[in-house]
């Protein structure tokens, strides 16, 4: 199965990302919500990343302030680049027109930029997301899945 998680905020481009880090931790221990785990198993073993199901990133951008190695680089939200969320109409209670729910819109910290209510009322992605993942965590439908940035890489 693909690995979907998501490379902290300010990650530079996924090759240069596994040439710069040095798998120091220091991201994961500065991390004031827990959201990244260095990953285990045989494929870049030792590299963090976040599984925006378990503890989405808040951007409160503290590790990429921090990073020693410019892996992840010292940059505004707006430009941390962690991926980009992708919201199935097919599944959302208030595209389906079963509920008016708003809570991807509501959490989204670029609300208004990188959510916008259509209408007044239908979420809609707009290529302002960074790809915190929030959206994907909250979603009582599980209607959004965050792509990491190294998927839209070309
Ligand atoms: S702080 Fe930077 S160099 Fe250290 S593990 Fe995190 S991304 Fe890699
Ligand atoms: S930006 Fe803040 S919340 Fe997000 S992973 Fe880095 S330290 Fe954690
Ligand atoms: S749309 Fe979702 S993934 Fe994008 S910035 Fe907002 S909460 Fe984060």
Sequence with gaps: MLNRLLRPPGAVPEKAFLHRCIQCGQCVQVCPFDCITMRTGWFHSGTPEIDPRVSPCKLCMRCSAICPSDALE????????????????????????????????????????????????????????????????????????????RFLET
């Design 74 to 149: 010292d940059v505004p939200i707006e430009k941390s680049r962690m991926g980009t969320a992708k919201l199935n109409k097919d599944e959302c209670h208030t595209w389906m027109g079963f509920i008016l729910c708003r809570s991807c819109f509501e959490r989204c910290p670029l609300k208004g930029k990188a959510i916008l209510l259509d209408k007044g009322i239908y979420p809609v992605i707009t290529d302002q997301c960074v790809g915190c993942g929030i959206c994907e965590y909250v979603c009582p439908k599980k209607a959004i899945v965050t792509i990491p940035a």
